[in-house]
């Protein structure tokens, strides 16, 4: 499942960077999710709320933030957000919204980062990463 291993990979990101930071509680953590990635935002939190059981990111807020698809058409020169309307768990076919043209470059909306962690240190206030 594409959601499991990507959930996986945030969730040892996370550890890693609250290790090297000597967290010892993670609080919040974003994750950029763009939606050319057509990652189920609702289920991957739910994967990686189960995978940071029993690690020191338990209990953990995780905020998902969906990147649009957005383009550059090579046809007319358009910059800007994609029609994805009809973008539901298919292999998105993009059109240029302008000229409806396919001869162009996805500039936005393949991210799956973590954008932000929030951690609790033994000894100072919770600070951002
Ligand atoms: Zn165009």
């Known amino acids: 499942m594409h959601e499991l291993s990507m959930a996986d990979a945030i969730v040892k990101t996370v550890i ?3 290790e090297k930071n000597e967290a010892i509680e993670v609080l919040e953590v974003t994750v950029e999710l763009g939606q050319m990635t057509l990652l189920n935002p609702e289920q991957l939190k739910f994967m990686l709320e189960v995978l940071s059981e029993d690690t020191i990111v338990n209990g953990a807020k995780f905020n998902m933030e969906e990147i649009p698809i957005e383009i550059e058409c090579f046809s007319c020169g358009f910059k800007g957000k994609a029609n994805t309307d009809e973008l539901d768990h298919y292999v998105p076919v993009i059109n240029c919204p302008e000229c409806e043209e396919r001869n162009l470059n ?6 799956c980062n973590v954008k932000n962690i929030k951690i609790e240190k033994s000894d100072e206030d919770a600070q951002d990463s």
Request: proline share 0%; net charge negative.
């Open 106 to 111: 996805i500039t936005a909306g393949r991210e």
């Open 16 to 18: 890693e960077a609250a």
